[in-house]
C-alpha cells in the first residue's frame, strides 16, 4: 500500500513538522491508499469502521468547518484566506472522518474522555452542527476498546487477501453448533479463512470484550452481522 497525497487531500494538516507525536497509517475501508491519522485511538475507530457493513465511505479529515457560521471549506487555507479582515473571528473546525450511511453521510470525531475534559467544547459540537444540516458523532475509548481494536486489527490484515468462496462456505458449514476457533482448526480449517468469515459477517463472534484466541466460540451468522456493527451509529 502507498500514501496518496494528491487523492481527497486533508481539509487540513495532520502533523507539523517538528512534532514528536507518531503518525499513524491505515487503509480506510476497502481503499488501497494509506490515510495519515492523528491518534492510536483515531486508527483504532477507522480499522472498526472499516469492517462495518453499514459505512459505505469514509474519508478522513474531510472538510473544515466554520463553527460560527457553520459554512465549510475543502481546505482550512481556504477558511483562513475567505474570513481575513472580518470582525469576527472563525472558529475552525475539521472532523476526523466523514462516513457514508444508509440514513446518508455523518461527520466522525474520535477524542480520548481526557483530551474532551480538557476541551469541553467539543461535546457542543455535534449540537451546534445539527443546526446547520449536519450530523456529527462523537466516539472516544469507551466505544473502542482494547480488546476490540487488537481483533479488528486481526481481521483487517487477513481481510487483505480473499479466500475462495467454496473455503467460506466450508468453514460456516462446520459451524451447524457453536464452535470454537481450536475446534475448527482441527477440522482442516485455517486460522486465515476462520478469520476472514469472521470479518466478512459469514460467521460471528465476540469482538468488543474478549480477544481472539483458540478458545474464541463462533457461530453461523443469522441475521445481520451484529459483530461488526460495535459502534453507535444508529
Known amino acids: 500500500m502507498r500514501i496518496n497525497r494528491t487523492k481527497n487531500p486533508p481539509a487540513r494538516r495532520v502533523h507539523k513538522?517538528?512534532?514528536?507525536?507518531?503518525?499513524?497509517?491505515v487503509a480506510l475501508g476497502g481503499v488501497r491508499d494509506l490515510s495519515q491519522l492523528e491518534s492510536r485511538l483515531e486508527a483504532s475507530a477507522a480499522i472498526v469502521m472499516g469492517l462495518d457493513p453499514r459505512i459505505r465511505a469514509m474519508r478522513s479529515q474531510p472538510i473544515c468547518f466554520d463553527v460560527t457560521t457553520g459554512r465549510t471549506y475543502a481546505l482550512k487555507?481556504?477558511?483562513r484566506q475567505a474570513t481575513a479582515g472580518h470582525a469576527v473571528k472563525p472558529v475552525a473546525y475539521t472532523p476526523d472522518f466523514e462516513i457514508g450511511l444508509g440514513k446518508g453521510p455523518a461527520f466522525v470525531e474520535v477524542k480520548h474522555s481526557k483530551l474532551i475534559a480538557l476541551l469541553p467544547e467539543f461535546v457542543e459540537y455535534p449540537d451546534i452542527l445539527a443546526r446547520f444540516g449536519h450530523r456529527l458523532l462523537l466516539l472516544d475509548e469507551e466505544d473502542l476498546p482494547e480488546e476490540l481494536h487488537r481483533n479488528a486489527r486481526l481481521l483487517q490484515i487477513a481481510l487483505r487477501q480473499p479466500v475462495p468462496e467454496a473455503d467460506l462456505h466450508a468453514v460456516a458449514s462446520s459451524c451447524i453448533e457453536p464452535t470454537s476457533f481450536t475446534a475448527l482448526k482441527a477440522?482442516?480449517?485455517?486460522e486465515r479463512t476462520i478469520l476472514v468469515a469472521i470479518g466478512t459477517g459469514v460467521l460471528s463472534c465476540d469482538l468488543r470484550y474478549h480477544r481472539l484466541s483458540g478458545d474464541t466460540v463462533v457461530s453461523v451468522t443469522t441475521g445481520a452481522p451484529t459483530h461488526l456493527m460495535e459502534l453507535p451509529f444508529d
Not at 513538522?17 to 497509517?25: I, M, V
Not at 477440522?187 to 485455517?190: A, T
Open 17 to 25: 513538522r517538528g512534532q514528536r507525536k507518531k503518525a499513524h497509517y
Open 77 to 79: 487555507e481556504e477558511l
Open 187 to 190: 477440522k482442516g480449517h485455517s
